[in-house]
């Protein structure tokens, strides 16, 4: 069976500072990885995603996630955060065979202190 | 244009009662999906649907009952209602059929209170 971790429910961080959002999966076979991002009151909104290639991925809006094969993990990380990216932030994996749906971590709340 | 909408955005009522939420996309997609999403922030999948056909039906109730009247619509009928249905629950849709690289694009979710 599959599973996502992160292993942070809550990041406080102050603006402008650093910050990394931890995301861990478990599976047997190949996933596809996702992060979403969660503001108040409204649906996810995908933030980036690693499908093959360059393990490497860029949002447009300066965060980036890189896919560690051997640790299984996808850690999310900005080098600057605002306020504006106060929010949940989601990880997902989709596995690549059999019935395709996603499977969410339980989120982490990003909270950027001015 | 709203992508992915959802009515009503709030919903409250009383335990024993038949609620419905509607959800329709405008994106053309092929599949979509209800989601619940827990107090704690826990996002899980109830349904997924492609083409108006039933793909993915989770661990979920049989007072919960999904209807698909074309691929642009989903909505969610929900029997008796108990206390612990009270969440947020979410519709999303995507391209192909459950895509496994697909985005999923989310409505703004349906705040669900049983009294």
């Known amino acids: 069976a599959q599973s996502v971790t992160q292993l942070d429910s809550q990041v406080p961080v102050f603006e402008e500072a650093p910050v990394e959002l931890r995301c861990n999966y478990s599976?047997?076979?190949?996933?596809?990885l996702f992060w979403y991002v969660q503001y108040p009151n409204q649906g996810l909104q995908l933030l980036l995603k690693?499908?093959?290639?360059?393990?490497l991925v860029e949002s447009i809006n300066g965060f980036e996630a890189e896919f560690n094969k051997s640790q299984t993990s996808f850690h999310l990380r900005k080098p600057s955060v605002h306020i504006s990216d106060t929010a949940e932030y989601f990880c997902a994996v989709s596995i690549t065979s059999g019935t395709y749906k996603y499977i969410f971590g339980t989120g982490t709340r990003l909270k950027v202190l001015a | 244009d709203t992508a992915v909408s959802q009515t009503p955005k709030y919903l409250v009522t009383q335990m024993g009662n038949d609620k419905s939420i509607k959800c329709e996309q405008n994106?053309?997609?092929?599949?979509m999906y209800w989601y619940k999403q827990d107090s704690k922030k826990f996002l899980k999948i109830m349904f997924s649907y492609n083409n108006k056909e039933l793909i993915i039906n989770e661990t979920v109730p049989n007072r919960f009952s999904p209807k698909s009247p074309d691929k642009a619509h989903l909505n969610l009928h929900i029997n008796s209602l108990e206390l612990g249905d009270s969440a947020v629950y979410f519709c999303?849709?995507?391209?192909?059929?459950?895509?496994?690289?697909?985005?999923?694009?989310f409505g703004p979710g349906t705040r669900l209170t049983v009294l």
């Open positions: 994106l053309g997609h092929d599949t």
């Open positions: 999303a849709s995507s391209l192909l059929l459950a895509g496994a690289t697909d985005e999923q694009f």
């Open positions: 599976s047997s076979v190949s996933v596809y």
């Open positions: 690693y499908l093959s290639g360059s393990t």
